[in-house]
């Protein structure tokens, strides 16, 4: 297939990004700046989200879940791993968290499917 004349030199769509050639387009990387000053540096993120899951995930393995309890989870402690790596005040962050756990207490109590 030939690349578009809007195309890097890999054929990826100059609006998206770019893992050969490491290009970024413009609205991604204002996107990556203004996420970084919101919740903080990605890799330090990353290790406290990864940390908050290893805990909860040692104490009752993934398998025993629903798996609409382990995505609840999973997001709950991305959503935690924002707070506090990144800005605690940040009020959609807290409202997510409570978003995520009344899905699966609707669920719960209404007997619904997954």
Request: proline share 4%.
């Amino acid at each position: 297939m030939a690349a578009i004349q809007n195309d890097c030199a890999h054929g990826v769509p100059m609006n998206m990004p770019c893992g050969a050639c490491g290009s970024v387009p413009a609205d991604i990387a204002a996107t990556l700046k203004e996420r970084g000053s919101r919740y903080g540096i990605f890799a330090k993120h990353a290790a406290v989200t990864q940390a908050i899951k290893a805990a909860m995930f040692d104490c009752r393995h993934r398998e025993s879940l629903a798996a609409d309890q382990v995505e609840a989870l999973e997001m709950i402690a991305h959503k935690l791993g924002r707070i506090v790596n990144g800005d605690p005040d940040y009020a959609d962050s807290w409202v997510d968290i409570a978003g995520y756990a009344k899905l699966v207490a609707d669920r719960l109590i209404t007997g619904g499917g997954e």
